[in-house]
């Protein structure tokens, strides 16, 4: 096997390696991007929970006094 031979099939095994790798960032990439999505859904739905419950309990944070110190 001549010197270039050996050298092209080092960077073919280097390639094949960082290919991997990057499969496999753009894998955890996805799965990350659609936690934060549900995430951000739950986010949601509690703020609208918390909303409603004040609303039932007739508790309007506008309405409050400001604190003692303002």
Known sequence: MSD?????TE?????AFIDDAV???IAADA???????ALERMVSDLRSELATVR????HDPHSEPPPPHY
Not at 4 to 8: A, G, V
Not at 55 to 58: F, I, P, R, Y
Request: aromatic share 0%.
């Open 4 to 8: 270039n031979e050996h050298r092209l």
């Open 11 to 15: 960077l073919e095994v280097r390639l």
């Open 23 to 25: 499969q496999a960032l």
């Open 31 to 37: 799965e990350q991007s659609m936690r934060i999505a």
């Open 55 to 58: 609303t039932g309990q007739g």
